[in-house]
């Protein structure tokens, strides 16, 4: 787009039709004049003397991007502008190169590099790109702007590119010793006709041009061809160079075999809104990419090199899903070859003066090449921290440019309490809005990157304008952790409530280095490790959040490795997920990502299984048979059988990160590690059985073995209280089960052992308080709890003194320092209240028929029933639904799961343990 123009409005629909007509035939005819050159090269007729190919398909690139343009945005008034613009460039397309070192019409024309300046440096001679089109105005102007070693770079592309459009024409010409000028003529306008005709002066060359139809069908038909599988094919793109930066697209996709090991790259990236799209050209067609991607490839693309890069939307036909499993299956391989992946975390915003600043200050390296550019840096920081918010310097206080600089510090190892940046409170806040801005961004959290990043040797970051390997990252959050937790401790002010900029991304950063780790050592990954780890990342498709991480799995036991098929459904293999998990692992501990919210969802569904089970069943006391005869009355037949879309036993993984529930998820994972209700006692692998009824559609029944704690009794006054905290955090006092003062409490003995104060106490608080350190739970989260002690009591009895101060029947905000005679106590419940807080999210108290007292989830009711799993860590609520036909079982009771719950006296493996303990085998579904 030359400069002052506007730029290109976007049409409605309403659109003439007759504008695209008119420039789609315009483009047949410059593309059928291509194909004739391609076929003519070395030809010796004399009516018709071929211009050398790729000579005449660099110019002709910009036409044809021009008149795509219109095609897809038509106006009157920009074909207007389009026509002018199309008329010259053909001055230039139609020439005769006919080779001859006395034939040249006149002077050659004068470069618009030529006026181009940069520092004091004059760009280039006149006759240097004498062979060449002019470059754009709009590039000359941004020029005018760069660093000198970027002018240098274009120069450098522009010299390369004449030597070959001197060389091309050496071939054309028969072997030319001198270096023939194309010969530029006057040509009669190039217009919209069938047939078009340019008489050039000297009558040796006469170009026709034939318009064709354009083709038909899916853009997809054109440009992808089958893979051969057996060769382990893959597609990988061609990036070709550009000078102009703003300048279209132009790519090209070449089949290679990874048995070749073949040279590449490969692009991590997020693809952003896919209806957000913009057209690129691909194999001489238009391609629609998202607009994410497109700034990615804008990015990577060379000035003056072919770059050879694995793009997933484009190098996988996304429509044939045949293509896509199977590629799918091959991105370990994908990743593990490439030379180097490029993650594009996204654009940044370019602000005034950051031209000023030396190119080298956007790009690290990590290692002594640095030392010059933090110098820079450091030096305007310090000048810049002195005169806070005015300046002096007319570089721009790009607050990116400052986190980098931070980022790279902190990767040299260098104290926080050394940092001038740390140290100025202005500065600090601009580093800290660079990794606010760093970490926000959605690459973080997509599935994909997680093997996209580990498997490879190689990675680089590029963000914006800015680069910088992995390795610069990582190094950077490992030494933050350790100093903030030692020599540096309150340099960076910590936020309990929230992670702040910098504590979210080490936190992140922790999650790829220490995955990193765990691959390169080679041991054996399942899919639940996996799963446990990413599962609070995003996908745009539910399957995803599986196939994703497919490729580091190792371990699959004796079962079939989980292959990518989009054509299940995701409640059909997130079922597969679950049993491959129980198999490998003996465990049930996949049943603990089962989510309150899960559960609630089911609750239609459950009551009408229930109805449907009564009124075809036996009532067994009155209050039964007064609701079969209500329901006979309601349904004059029989209720349709019950589809669930998810059993109870399926942990939903495309929900379970929904916003509101991350914590209480990660949390009740993470407290699982502490305890082991089951004993080590493993799960059997679930024999395949399913319902055969008229209530329930066909439905995969799980079979586990239990031993029964007790059941709910809803008349039991003092058994089921409705203390809870809810997804804010705010605690419901009503009827809370600790009393004030022990004494309050009749000295009865428990169920377990011990008595009810010393239960009361620990139950309230899950018998477990979380670490000192957040660092210290590790990747995975096993060490962020740990068992409550005969020592934390004082802080319990101190926090009961605190809510009974409060007159408020829901507690929101926690204990603030204000409201204590030190920060000692401040501290001691402040810990307790976090303890509290976490265990009676989303869970109510209550107490068996037996005498047990627990936490179970807040849809939990009278008549439901407490078990220890065998195979799982925590005791499980659940709900029985009645008898229902199992095939090859006949009618049988069967159960669904609430949650899983803490029982005070059986979290050890006390039930377990006893000798003739009464295993039963329980159908859940």
């Not at 829901?810 to 204990?815: C, D, T, Y």
Request: charged share 25%; proline share 6%; aromatic share 8%.
């Amino acid at each position: 787009m030359e400069q002052g123009k506007a730029a290109w409005p976007v049409v409605g629909q309403s659109a003439s039709p007759s504008i695209q007509s008119h420039a789609s035939n315009l483009k047949s005819e410059i593309n059928e004049l291509l194909r004739y050159s391609s076929r003519s090269s070395g030809g010796s007729d004399n009516d018709a003397k071929p211009i050398p190919f790729d000579v005449f398909k660099s110019l002709s690139d910009s036409v044809l991007a021009l008149l795509d343009k219109i095609i897809d945005q038509p106006s009157m008034k920009d074909l207007a502008d389009a026509i002018e613009r199309v008329n010259q460039t053909t001055k230039t397309i139609l020439t005769d190169v006919q080779a001859s070192k006395d034939v040249r019409s006149g002077p050659p024309s004068t470069p618009a590099s030529a006026s181009v300046q940069a520092t004091t440096t004059t760009v280039a001679e006149e006759d240097e790109f004498a062979d060449l089109p002019p470059l754009p105005p709009s590039l000359v102007e941004r020029m005018k702007t760069m660093p000198p070693e970027t002018v240098e770079k274009i120069l450098g592309a522009r010299r390369r590119a004449a030597a070959q459009v001197r060389k091309s024409s050496q071939v054309a010409g028969g072997g030319a010793t001198s270096t023939p000028v194309p010969t530029k003529v006057i040509a009669k306008p190039l217009v919209p006709k069938a047939t078009v005709s340019a008489e050039v002066a000297g009558g040796t060359t006469k170009i026709v041009l034939q318009s064709q139809n354009t083709e038909q069908g899916n853009v997809h038909d054109k440009v992808y061809t089958p893979l051969d599988k057996t060769k382990r094919e893959i597609r990988v793109v061609k990036l070709f160079p550009d000078q102009d930066p703003d300048y279209d697209i132009r790519c090209q996709l070449s089949v290679v075999s990874l048995d070749a090991r073949p040279a590449y790259k490969a692009l991590s990236y997020t693809w952003g809104d896919p209806n957000d799209t913009v057209p690129i050209t691909l194999n001489g067609h238009r391609f629609a990419v998202t607009r994410n991607l497109k700034k990615a490839l804008q990015s990577l693309r060379s000035l003056d090199t072919t770059t050879s890069i694995w793009i997933d939307a484009i190098c996988i036909n996304q429509v044939d899903m045949d293509e896509r499993k199977h590629q799918v299956e091959m991105m370990r391989v994908i990743f593990e070859s490439p030379s180097e992946v490029v993650v594009w975390l996204g654009d940044t915003p370019t602000l005034p003066g950051d031209e000023l600043w030396d190119h080298s200050c956007f790009t690290w390296s990590g290692d002594e090449s640095d030392v010059p550019r933090i110098n820079s840096i450091m030096a305007f920081a310090e000048a810049y921290g002195d005169t806070y918010p005015e300046k002096t310097d007319p570089r721009s206080a790009n607050p990116m440019m400052l986190g980098f600089c931070l980022m790279r510090l902190l990767a040299g190892d260098v104290h926080m309490k050394d940092i001038p940046l740390l140290r100025n409170v202005n500065l600090r806040g601009q580093c800290i809005a660079a990794f606010q801005n760093l970490v926000k961004q959605p690459w973080w959290n997509r599935i994909w990157v997680v093997q996209e990043v580990i498997l490879p040797s190689t990675v680089k970051i590029v963000f914006g304008r800015f680069t910088a390997p992995l390795r610069v990252y990582a190094d950077a959050s490992t030494n933050i952790e350790r100093h903030k937790s030692s020599c540096c401790a309150g340099i960076i002010p910590a936020d309990n409530r929230a992670p702040a900029p910098i504590d979210d991304f080490c936190r992140k950063m922790l999650e790829i280095v220490e995955s990193t780790a765990l691959w390169r050592k080679k041991e054996s990954i399942n899919i639940l490790t996996l799963l446990r780890l990413f599962y609070l990342r995003d996908a745009t498709d539910a399957r995803d959040k599986v196939y994703g991480l497919l490729g580091l799995v190792t371990e699959w036991g004796n079962n079939a490795p989980i292959a990518p098929d989009y054509t299940i459904s995701a409640s059909e293999l997130y079922q597969l997920v679950a049993l491959q998990s129980i198999s490998v692992t003996g465990s049930l501990a996949i049943l603990t990502f089962r989510s309150s919210q899960s559960f609630n969802r089911m609750r239609p569904e459950l009551e009408k299984i229930k109805e449907g089970a009564l009124y075809r069943g036996f009532a067994a006391d009155s209050t039964e048979k007064y609701k079969q005869e209500q329901l006979r009355i309601k349904f004059k037949s029989a209720p349709d059988p019950v589809e669930l879309e998810y059993s109870s036993w399926v942990a939903n993984w495309g929900t379970i990160n929904e916003t509101g529930f991350r914590n209480l998820t990660s949390q009740r994972i993470n407290l699982s590690f502490i305890f082991d209700a089951s004993k080590g006692r493993a799960a059997t692998t679930p024999p395949v059985r399913y319902t055969d009824s008229p209530i329930l559609a066909k439905t995969r029944v799980l079979t586990v073995s239990a031993v029964r704690v007790g059941i709910l009794d809803p008349k039991d006054p003092f058994g089921f209280m409705p203390f809870t905290v809810n997804e804010f955090s705010t605690i419901k006092m009503d009827k809370f089960p600790l009393p004030l003062r022990p004494e309050d409490l009749p000295g009865h003995p428990y169920v377990a052992g011990g008595n009810e104060y010393d239960a009361l106490w620990r139950t309230v608080c899950a018998d477990s308080f979380f670490t000192k350190s957040r660092s210290a739970a590790g990747l995975d989260g096993r060490a962020m709890f740990r068992r409550a002690s005969a020592d934390d009591l004082p802080a319990i009895q101190a926090w009961r003194r605190w809510m009974a101060r409060n007159k408020t029947v829901g507690i929101h905000k926690p204990p603030s320092l204000k409201e204590f005679s030190s920060p000692e106590e401040h501290e001691m419940v402040l810990e307790a209240d976090r303890a509290i807080r976490s265990a009676g999210l989303q869970r109510r108290f209550f107490k068996t028929a037996n005498g047990y007292m627990g936490l179970a989830a807040s849809g939990t009711n009278g008549g439901d029933e407490i078990y220890v799993l065998l195979g799982g860590r925590m005791p499980y609520a659940l709900r029985p639904i009645g008898e229902i036909g199992v095939e090859g079982l006949g009618e049988r009771r069967l159960y669904m799961i609430i949650g899983e719950a803490y029982v005070h006296g059986v979290m050890d493996g006390e039930l377990v343990n006893q000798e003739g303990c009464d295993v039963q085998e329980l159908l859940v579904i």
